[in-house]
Nanobody, 124 residues
């Protein structure tokens, strides 16, 4: 059974840094694009970042560009999201996702596997 398990969320203050991890099991995702999404209360799930299977192509939502960095360790089958200079508007449940293709975009339709999410709360 394929599982994506996020960790690293918590309560932080504005300006702090946080690193989220997503450990995959049940299959390897070394040939798949992987991404991070988030969902705030009362809002739709939105794209945060994506990384290709080669790790050479990344894309970010404008709201996090320059502050967040997505990375992956294919040997460990793990995805990361380094969040710097966090803001209260970054408060959300963060989900990792794996696409079937080696490259993917911000569309949730391209992702087949999803984690259960980890809560990130940023206080002002």
């Amino acid at each position: 059974q394929v599982q994506l398990v996020e960790s690293g969320g918590g309560l932080v203050q504005a300006g702090d840094s946080l690193r989220l991890s997503c450990a995959a099991s049940g299959r390897t995702f070394g040939s798949n694009a992987m991404g991070w999404f988030r969902q705030a209360p009362g809002k739709e799930r939105e794209f945060v970042a994506v990384i290709s299977w080669t790790r050479t192509i990344t894309d970010y939502a404008d709201s996090v560009k320059g502050r967040f960095t997505i990375s992956r360790d294919n040997a460990k089958n793990t995805l990361y999201l380094l969040m710097n200079s966090v803001k209260p508007e970054d408060t959300a449940v963060y989900y990792c996702a794996a696409a079937l293709a080696p490259y993917a975009t911000m569309s949730t339709n391209e992702y087949k596997y999803w984690g259960q999410g980890t809560q990130v709360t940023v206080s002002s």
